[in-house]
């Protein structure tokens, strides 16, 4: 008997399983394909802030960018390669947006130094940026398996919940709570509150003669060039679904798309494609994760009703690797300490929108 299965091993369920092992609890780990596949493993990784003026994701995003620095700085700090982050506006809207960012952030920000700035386009070096003085990219793959290093690990894909007498099977594993953090694939709770929408990713692993000692946010992300080696992803596509759509996704186009948007903002030379990383992301609608207990609809009346002993984590979007650490923690407290989750990530804001809607519609 375990004390909790968490089902799928992206970031949000590496993340978790780490924090309730840290806890002491015995933890089963699921995964239809690997530990850090899928949207997870395609991730850029880069650890960035929200540049935005205002709003819940952007003081969220404060709290968990600095959060995460630390937390793989110093609990894996052969998985991230830090450096400077240097953000570039794509049109007028996003410049306004850095420029209101700048004056109201509490974030360690600076001005690019002009061998930087020298390595731009001559477009790139005329738009309005924001340089933050900490920054970095994760080993993706290699965080998540270092996380989840001494957790029974299930590879297999779960297709139902079954519970009873106070605990949950999956298959012949039992255990007495459920996390659920499997992205944006068929749900094991239908619930119609909760409309996850998938985002497809691709990154790409290129050699280049082309240096840099920072990395950029500009029309794609591009990673700090060490040893010749640099990272640019990922393309964010709402429309290719791998579950929905007939055709398999196009490496080449994607791989087209990636480099044409990088070069805008410097000149690669010399470029040799090395790996491709491909996979389904997980958005909610207000662009805020989902992380805590899941409200049964159907038993939910006059009062809200939660199905016993199981939560979510899901729903970060571009964001898992910076998001996770923070939210997993908030996740690991509420089910180890019994602390409450706050609202404005919870499942239940996005019952009770659903509710106010059908309620509309009966007048």
């Not at 700090?77 to 996003?94: G, Q, R, S, V, W």
């Not at 280049?208 to 990272?231: D, N």
């Not at 798309?257 to 958005?283: F, H, M, P, Q, S």
């Not at 002993?309 to 729903?315: E, K, S, V």
Request: aromatic residues 10%; contains cysteine.
């Amino acid at each position: 008997m375990y004390d909790v299965a968490v089902i799928g091993a992206g970031v949000n369920g590496c993340a978790v399983s780490y924090y309730l092992k840290q806890n002491g609890k015995q933890v089963a780990l699921f995964d239809r394909e690997a530990i850090g596949a899928g949207g997870s493993g395609a991730a850029g990784a880069f650890i960035s802030p929200k540049f935005s003026k205002s709003g819940e994701l952007k003081e969220l995003m404060e709290k968990a960018y600095p959060f995460a620095l630390e937390f793989y700085s110093k609990n894996f700090p052969a998985c991230i390669k830090n450096a400077p982050l240097l953000h570039i506006a794509k049109d007028e809207d996003e410049a306004k947006k850095l420029i209101a960012f700048k004056e109201n952030t509490t974030l360690d920000i600076g001005t690019p130094p002009l061998q930087v700035i020298q390595i731009l386009t001559a477009s790139a070096q005329e738009c309005e940026n924001v340089y933050v003085l900490k920054g970095g990219v994760v080993d993706a793959k290699g965080v998540c398996n270092q996380m989840t290093e001494g957790i029974d690990f299930f590879n297999f894909e779960v297709s139902s919940l079954t519970c009873k007498d106070g605990y949950y099977e999956i298959g012949d594993i039992k255990a007495k709570e459920v996390i659920l953090a499997y992205g944006a694939y068929e749900p094991l709770v239908d619930e119609p509150y909760i409309n996850l929408r998938g985002i497809w990713g691709h990154r790409i692993d290129i050699g280049t003669s082309t240096r840099t000692e920072v990395t950029m946010h500009h029309h794609v992300s591009i990673s700090k060039c060490e040893e010749g080696l640099m990272a640019i992803g990922a393309t964010h596509d709402v429309h290719y679904h791998p579950q929905k759509n007939k055709e398999p996704y196009d490496i080449e186009k994607g791989r087209k798309e990636l480099l044409e948007k990088a070069n805008l903002t410097i000149e690669l030379k010399d470029v040799e494609i090395l790996a491709d990383y491909t996979g389904l992301r997980c958005g909610s609608n207000d662009y805020m994760p989902l992380v805590g207990k899941i409200v049964e609809s159907k038993n939910s009346d006059k009062e809200i009703s939660y199905y016993p002993n199981l939560t979510m984590i899901n729903g970060v979007g571009g964001y898992g690797f910076v998001m996770a650490p923070y939210i997993a923690k908030k996740l690991c407290e509420h089910i180890v300490e019994g602390k409450e989750i706050d609202e404005s990530i919870a499942p239940v804001r996005f019952y009770k929108r659903y509710m106010k809607r059908q309620q509309g519609k009966k007048r």
